[in-house]
């Protein structure tokens, strides 16, 4: 259970507690210092007497000398000891309020190698692991943390490392067998008087080989797209790329019957032009392979006006002066009705709704289309947005 009035920020829980131990300690110092000054009469000495004038009668002055006091006690009154507790709580106040004032310049000092780890691990992604914190500073308890977050860091980056290559190099391996079996079934289907059952064997192992082909280059594809370090850009033309998307599928669309009605003006994002027809392809793909027969496809590219470029930090969100254009690809289809919680899971490789589950080798698709848009979303540090339509079917929105 929270409480209403407790500070959420450690700087200003620290700010607190320097004030509070100030005023604690203040307040039984004065105290005591009251205590001891007032719990008997004061001893008060007089400055010499100046001298006396001359007297008219003579010998007047030494008797007046003699009885001038040159010491005594004082016993303080209780109008005394308020005024002096007064006075010294005005100075006790101010000197709380002071001590609040140094009590939050110190925390911010003290708190910020914590801050300067936290903006730097939101920074961090599966993209770019090898980045470290390397906290600079004297040994203590926040160099060990960054320390041991950096220890961390190495080890995720070492085991995606190795998910890749273990990916690619079984990829890799995989192709020569499916080569040697293809091989054998275009052998066996071409010999003379062969039995009508072998074409239809050979028809049957031709769809899983293709199938297993193009799983075999999803793969190696979102590898290559996770792995990608240093990519070569240009400029590239989004409508021309969703133009030939279409195109290039246009036995797929008039098999299932489909209306395609496309929007997109000029757009040229700066990116890798491999990596983005991949992008297009996969979501044209996927609004086309899990559409209903007698469907729509509706696809749109659009290029707000530029917007400022931020930057997130620790305390919130500071804004540059430079700006960014964010371009929108928008694909959208029909189908049956989805709910989001199926939704969500398709960015992930192998997902798939509904009893696709089970017809993987019926299904032209490999579940890695959309896990593919996703992995290049994120090197063009752009994102994947997935939701289900009222109406049925599916909407995805890639903002680069």
Known sequence: MSVPWYPRRIRMRLTLLYAALFLASGIVLLAVALYLVFRSPILVTFDPAPPSPPSPVPGMSDVLRVFRPAAGTVSPTWATVRAAAAQSAVVLAAMA??????????????????RTMTFRTRTISEQNLHERLALAGPRDEMTELATTIDGLLGRLEAAFEAQRRFIANASHELRTPLAMMRTSLDVAVAKPGRPREVDVLGGKLREGLDA???????????????????????????????????????????????SVEC??????????????????????????????????????????????????????????????????????????????????????????????????????????????????????????????RDEGGLCAEVEL
């Open 97 to 114: 309020a002071m001590s609040a004032l140094l009590g939050w310049i110190v925390a911010g000092r003290v708190l910020s190698p914590l």
């Open 212 to 258: 297993a082909d193009r799983l075999l280059e999803g793969l190696l594809l979102l590898a290559r797209t996770q792995n990608v370090e240093r990519m070569e850009t240009s400029d590239v033309s989004l409508p021309d790329l969703l133009d030939a998307a279409f195109r290039a599928r246009t036995a797929a669309i008039e098999e299932k019957h489909l």
């Open 263 to 388: 929007e997109a003006g000029e757009a040229l994002h700066r990116g890798n032009g491999t990596l983005l027809a991949s992008l297009v392809d996969n979501l044209v793909d996927n609004a086309i392979q899990h559409n209903e027969p007698g469907g729509w496809v509706r696809a749109q590219v659009t290029t707000p006006r530029d917007e400022p470029d931020s930057t997130s930090t620790s305390t919130g969100t500071r804004t540059g002066t430079r700006t960014r254009t964010r371009t929108h690809i928008v694909v959208e289809n029909g189908g049956p009705i989805l709910t989001q919680a199926e939704v969500d899971l398709l960015g992930q490789p192998f997902q798939r709704l509904g009893p696709q589950r089970t017809q993987r080798t019926s299904q032209p698709g490999t579940g890695l289309g959309l896990s593919i848009v996703a992995a290049i979303v994120a090197v063009h540090h752009g994102r994947l947005l997935l939701w289900a």
